[in-house]
Structures are given as structure tokens and as C-alpha cells.
């Protein structure tokens, strides 16, 4: 249960919308409600953020305004990095992007972050339309792996308590910590007609992968094996990944349910196989997320439709949703989430790397800056992906389960949800070595650290203490 707490804010009628969103942010991880009042009214402990605070009760915590920080937000300009200060606190170094000599702006520099205002600023984009990690400003100032918002919020969190001011960092279903494994699932089958002469002919026969003849052999040999005793090989992994996890928690799974595309590949949603899963999954605790097609992402229509055909199928109106590839454009794609009925994203992560994409660990409200509003989607952070992990960054198996574990011990350590992501090819280890064993090793280093294992849904209602649903 929140804690109401008084806050007066002084800033400029187009900066207040900004500056109350962020205030808000900071403080509800910390168990505290913000209840916003003129300054005639700030008469006990309570909070003020403006540039005069002459005049107010000694009980009331001061949080300074920078001089720039309304003019800066006055138009989509980009962050001047030689402006940026830096802090330490708790071992880290902390960059604090808007400060005065009345002191830092841990309100405007959280805002930068949590609303993703660079992302409106830098026009560059990779060849799927995605904020490029390489551009960012957590990889000009090398702070992609540390959530910086949450070393802004304990610095508020003590100025609260030295005023008197209690505090309680808001729990995960009792626990500490959260952590949500979710599975895209982009294919369904593994020997479709075109990967099968791909991985099986080209490889078997050009020997693409360079190993031996007799190694050849044996592989084709056990392929055939496998394939005409067990099945396909994403099915499989599918259901291995759901008897895994069941035994820690639950998951987010995200399925398709169209292909508007080459990059999308179709699978019926009505299929036995299917069918009987979305039982098994329900029974469990599990949340079935849609994943949508690749233009979804900018296509209302589309969204809307993939959305429809997946409730009808299992009877359930999704709130989560992760768009594929990661495709997000942040002046469209959450307007066209919430107003579908989508409650719940999990697509804001790097492509590129681990890490923190909006400095933070916590849940969060999407914020509109073009509308200058607050939106009802949460922000399920993604912390890291199997796909980043090997393919771009390029890690053998030990590698990604030490980065992934170096990622979630700061989310551990600040109380916040750690977000995974793998696709249903973990069993396929010739094609994916070592994917398994980080999807297995992370989840039990979870487990033993004392971590709430859930789906996306879940973990949010714990965390907030109402549903959340659409």
C-alpha cells in the first residue's frame, strides 16, 4: 500500500506535466504516492521541486530545478554531453545530466531517461527502423549496464528518510526481486521446406560449417533420427522450456498470429499442437502475449486484427505484448499498444547488446513528450536477449550466463524485475550452442537468489497491487 506524501511543484505549465510524471516514477517504487498541492498547503514532511524554496517548513525535502532543464524540454533538442556531471554513489559512477549550483535535477535527468526523449532526437536508425545502441547516450557515456534512474532514486530515497521521511521499496508477491522469462516464438517449426535445404543440404553437402566428413555423416544420421522419433525441433524446445520454467514459476509466452512479410513466418494459431499448449500453459499460471507481425509495429490495423485472432483462439484478451524484431517507434508504437488494449510492453531493450535501454530496472508508465502526457501502458524493461547475447555480441555460452548474471545482480540489488528473452530454438544446439545452457543456468541462479519468477502480468500486479488487465 502507497504512502501519500505532499508534493509541491513550480515550473513552467508546459514542463509540469513532465516533472510530475517523473516525480511519480521515482517515488512509487519507494512505497510512497505523491499527492500534488500548492506550497500554502506543504505544511508538514512533504516534497518541493522548483527554483524558491525560501520560506518552506524545514520538514519539507527540497529538490533543486536547473536553471535549463524547462528551457531544454522546450523543444526536442539533444543532450550537450560535456555538460553531463557525475556522482558517485554506492561504487558507481553516476552521470547526472541537468544540475545547478542549488545542486543535481534528479527529477529532469530521470524524465530524459524514462521517457526515452533521446530516442525523438537522434535520427539514425538500423536497417529494421530501431534506436541503434551505438548511438545512445548510455553508450557515449559507457553506462549501458548500469540503471542509473535507480541510483537517482536512492540518492532521493535518502534525502526522504534524513527528513523523516520512511520509506519501503515495494515488493514482488513477498520477494525481494522479480524475474520474468519470456519466449518469442517466431517459428514454430524448425524443418520448414527452406530450412531444410538451407541447414541440411548446403551445410551437409557444400560443408559450409567445415567439419569433417564423418562428422557430417553423423550429424545427417542423427537429424533424420531425431526428426522421425521425437519431432520438430522448436516444438520440443517449446515444451521443455514451459516444463522448465514451471518448476521455478511461470513466463510470458508471445506467439504470432499473422505474417505481413518476409521477416514474418506464419503458423496456424488453431493447430493442435497449439491447442492443447494454450491448456497446459493456462493450467500453470502461464500468460500467452501476442507478438505481432513486422510492420505492426507502425500499423494500428494490423495490431488490432493480431490481437483479435489471438483472444478468439484462447479465449483470454491479451494486455502483454513484445513487437518483433523489437520494432518501435516511439512517437506511434505505444500510442497504437494502449489503444488496442494492450496494458503491458516488453519490447524496449537494446537489439544490440544487454543492458538498460531506459536507465531503469522498475516498471514504468510510457509517457507521450509529442502529447506532453502520461499513457496507460507499463514498460516491462528487457534486460537481455538471447539472440543480442550470441549473435551480435558474440559471447560462448560461459561469457553470456557471466554477463547476464552481472546484469541481474544490479537488479537484484536495487529491487527491481529483470526482464529475459529467448526464442524456442534452445534445444536446436548444433544451430544454437549454448543457448540452452544459459536459458537453464540463469533461471536457476534466479531461483537461488531468492528472485519472484513470473510472467510479465504477474509480476506487474504483484509489484503494483492491483490487476492489471485490458
Known amino acids: 500500500m502507497k504512502v501519500a506524501l505532499p508534493v509541491c511543484i513550480e515550473v513552467s505549465q508546459d514542463y509540469w506535466p513532465k516533472a510530475k510524471y517523473a516525480i511519480r516514477m521515482l517515488l512509487e517504487p519507494l512505497g510512497l504516492g505523491p499527492i500534488f498541492k500548492p506550497r500554502s498547503e506543504l505544511n508538514g514532511r512533504g516534497l518541493y521541486y522548483g527554483q524558491n524554496p525560501s520560506n518552506l517548513p524545514s520538514t519539507v525535502t527540497v529538490l533543486p530545478l536547473a536553471l535549463n532543464a524547462e528551457r531544454f524540454y522546450d523543444d526536442f533538442t539533444a543532450i550537450d554531453v560535456t555538460s553531463v556531471c557525475w556522482r558517485e554513489y554506492a561504487n558507481f559512477n553516476v552521470p547526472v545530466l541537468f544540475s545547478s549550483e542549488a545542486g543535481d535535477d534528479l527529477v529532469a535527468s530521470a524524465f530524459y531517461w524514462l521517457s526515452g526523449w533521446q530516442e525523438f532526437t537522434i535520427g539514425a536508425c538500423d536497417q529494421h527502423g530501431r534506436f541503434p545502441h551505438k548511438e545512445s547516450l548510455q553508450a557515449i557515456l559507457e553506462v549501458t549496464r548500469l540503471p542509473v534512474v535507480e541510483c537517482y532514486r536512492m540518492l532521493m530515497r535518502e534525502s526522504l528518510e534524513n527528513a523523516g521521511i520512511n520509506t519501503d521499496l515495494r515488493k514482488w508477491a513477498g520477494k525481494d526481486w522479480a524475474f520474468c522469462p519470456t519466449i518469442d516464438v517466431d517459428y514454430l517449426r524448425h524443418w520448414r521446406v527452406g530450412m531444410i535445404f538451407r541447414e541440411k543440404v548446403e551445410y551437409f553437402l557444400l560443408n559450409r560449417r567445415k567439419v569433417s566428413a564423418g562428422e557430417r555423416w553423423r550429424r545427417l544420421f542423427k537429424f533424420i533420427h531425431s526428426y522421425f522419433s521425437r519431432g520438430d525441433?522448436?516444438?520440443?524446445?517449446?515444451?521443455?522450456?514451459?516444463?522448465?520454467?514451471?518448476?521455478?514459476?511461470?513466463?510470458?509466452?508471445?506467439?504470432?498470429?499473422?505474417?505481413?512479410?518476409?521477416?514474418?513466418?506464419?503458423?496456424?494459431?488453431?493447430?493442435?499442437?497449439?491447442?492443447?499448449?494454450?491448456?497446459?500453459?493456462?493450467?500453470?499460471?502461464?500468460?500467452?502475449?501476442?507478438?505481432?507481425?513486422?510492420?505492426?509495429?507502425?500499423?494500428?490495423?494490423?495490431?488490432?486484427?493480431?490481437?483479435?485472432?489471438?483472444?478468439?483462439?484462447?479465449?483470454?484478451?491479451?494486455?502483454?505484448?513484445?513487437?518483433?524484431?523489437?520494432?518501435?517507434?516511439p512517437a506511434i508504437t505505444p500510442r497504437i499498444q494502449e489503444a488496442v488494449g494492450f496494458r503491458i510492453d516488453s519490447s524496449l531493450g537494446f537489439a544490440e547488446c544487454a543492458g538498460f535501454r531506459n536507465g531503469t530496472c522498475m516498471p514504468f508508465l510510457r509517457f507521450d513528450p509529442v502529447r506532453n502526457k502520461v499513457m496507460d501502458i507499463w514498460e516491462m524493461p528487457l534486460l537481455f536477449m538471447d539472440g543480442a547475447l550470441f549473435n551480435r555480441q558474440k559471447y560462448e555460452a560461459a561469457e553470456a550466463i557471466q554477463e547476464s548474471i552481472k546484469l541481474l545482480e544490479l537488479c537484484q540489488k536495487f529491487g527491481g524485475v529483470a526482464v529475459g528473452l529467448w526464442h524456442n530454438v534452445v534445444g536446436e544446439e548444433l544451430d544454437y550452442p549454448g543457448w540452452g545452457e544459459h536459458f537453464e543456468q540463469t533461471l536457476r541462479w534466479s531461483s537461488t537468489q531468492g528472485a519472484h519468477i513470473a510472467s510479465l502480468q504477474d509480476a506487474l500486479s504483484s509489484w503494483t497491487g492491483y490487476p492489471v488487465a485490458g
Open 233 to 329: 525441433a522448436f516444438k520440443i524446445a517449446l515444451r521443455s522450456m514451459h516444463q522448465v520454467i514451471r518448476a521455478y514459476g511461470s513466463a510470458t509466452i508471445f506467439l504470432k498470429a499473422a505474417a505481413h512479410g518476409p521477416n514474418d513466418v506464419h503458423y496456424r494459431l488453431d493447430q493442435r499442437f497449439l491447442r492443447q499448449l494454450f491448456i497446459d500453459l493456462s493450467s500453470d499460471g502461464f500468460e500467452i502475449g501476442l507478438h505481432p507481425s513486422y510492420h505492426a509495429h507502425t500499423h494500428a490495423a494490423y495490431l488490432r486484427s493480431e490481437r483479435r485472432a489471438l483472444t478468439e483462439i484462447t479465449g483470454i484478451d491479451s494486455v502483454s505484448v513484445r513487437q518483433h524484431f523489437l520494432r518501435y517507434e
